[in-house]
């Protein structure tokens, strides 16, 4: 079991890497700002600091899930979080199955030695909750000195994945129970099909039980189609999902912790996304290639040169003051909010 986890995480990783998996349509086109020709807010004075939950961030942004498990996941991860560290930001390691599996695997997820500060979230698949009880969960946290847990929801990708799960009802009640029995605040997390509010909100006394939602919605990597280059078929499910902006507004609207992502390509789109309300802007795909680039420095150098420049040219001086800025909303994601909140009500 556990070799087959192995490989799959090193395919995982070559096919984002190598292949168009991307979803066709990016809903953080429709979006723009007012621009605002006199602003009073100097580039060098912006702060762009923020709160992860219970931790301080530098710049709001997070490294969403992505490996663990085999040897080359040991160089990665510890890359990333470097990274993470170096500029303030979250990372978060890939799903924790494997060294679950197999404790000899820790050392490929273990990154603490070089992101003393940061927040490093952990990570589960919701349907391996059937598998493992709290006890384990909470030891595979405590070894690799995390800080938070993010459970992934993650249905799309299994019933295209040849191996995937089918079993998933009562999956809410297992949740429920994994975050009422650990000691680590949990995130609730998509891997790419998104989040909306009914999901938060179908959990009971959720505001306490979850501490935040990482949206990871359709518009960036679909793992739908990631799978069909591992021989499933994704068909007309290549573009399933909800559109990450509209999750965005939804769930930050209900005042939980939102991490914006799953196609947010840039600090441009970031800065979209903590207009609609989202507290830190995440990606994994945009990361991993510039770590096989060799250009991870320069890729969150430029997300944080995006982001600044957008503040300056809305007059939002820090993160607050970009939370209350206008956008337009066209096209697509316009029709797509009106029809959604018909449904809403
Ligand atoms: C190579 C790779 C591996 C991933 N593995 C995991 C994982 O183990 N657990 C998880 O929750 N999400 C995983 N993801 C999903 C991402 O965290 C993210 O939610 C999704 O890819 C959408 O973001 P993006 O459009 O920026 O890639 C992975 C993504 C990539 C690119």
Same mark, same amino acid.
């Given at each position: ?46 702060? @762009?600091?923020? =709160? ?15 490996? &663990? ?6 160089? %990665? ?10 500029? &303030?930001?979250?990372?978060?390691? &890939?799903?924790?199955?494997?060294? *679950? ?6 050392? @490929? ?25 709290? !006890? ?54 998509? !891997? ?24 990871? &919605? ?14 499933? %078929? ?9 559109? !990450? ?12 912790? =939102? %991490? ?44 944080? @040169? ?7 040219? @809305? ?9 209350? =800025? ?16 018909? *449904?809403?009500?």
């Amino acid at each position: 079991m556990s070799k087959l986890i192995r490989s799959r995480k090193g395919e995982h990783i070559d096919i984002c890497v190598n292949e168009d998996v991307n979803y066709s349509y990016n809903f953080f086109d429709d979006i723009e700002f007012v621009h605002d020709a006199l602003t009073d807010v100097n580039y060098d004075d912006i702060d @762009t600091s923020t =709160t992860f939950i219970k931790h301080h961030l530098k710049h709001p942004f997070m490294i969403t899930a992505m490996t &663990g498990g085999y040897p080359e996941a040991k160089t %990665i991860n510890k890359r990333l979080a470097a990274l993470c560290e170096k500029y &303030g930001i979250a990372f978060g390691l &890939g799903s924790q199955r494997a060294m *679950i599996e197999n404790k000899g695997l820790t050392e @490929t997820y273990y990154v603490r030695d070089v992101a003393k500060t940061i927040p490093i979230v952990g990570n589960i698949g919701a349907a391996q909750l059937f598998q493992y009880d709290s !006890t384990k969960i909470n030891d595979a946290l405590k070894s690799v000195d995390a800080d938070y847990l993010a459970i992934h929801l993650n249905t799309l990708q299994e019933l295209v994945q040849p191996e995937g799960d089918r079993r998933f009802a009562g999956l809410k009640e297992k949740i429920e129970s994994v975050c009422r029995e650990i000691e680590y605040p949990v995130i609730l997390k998509e !891997t790419g099909a998104g989040i909306d509010r009914s999901v938060v909100k179908r959990f009971a006394g959720w505001r306490p039980l979850i501490a935040g939602v990482d949206i990871a &919605g359709r518009g960036g990597t679909s793992w739908s189609k990631v799978e069909e280059y591992r021989g499933g %078929i994704a068909g007309p499910f290549g573009e399933w999902g909800n559109p !990450t902006p509209a999750c965005v507004m939804e769930v930050a609207n209900t005042g939980i912790f =939102t %991490i914006a992502s799953g196609g947010v390509r840039h600090g441009l789109d970031a800065a979209k996304a903590f207009a609609l309300g989202a507290d830190v802007a995440g990606a994994a795909r945009p990361f991993i290639s510039a770590y096989f680039k060799g250009k991870l420095d320069e890729e969150i150098e430029l997300w944080i @040169t995006y982001l600044k420049r957008a503040m300056v040219l @809305t007059n939002s001086g820090n993160m607050r003051e970009l939370g209350r =800025t206008n956008v337009i909303i066209t096209g697509r994601l316009a029709d797509y909010i009106k029809a959604k909140s018909m *449904i809403n009500g």
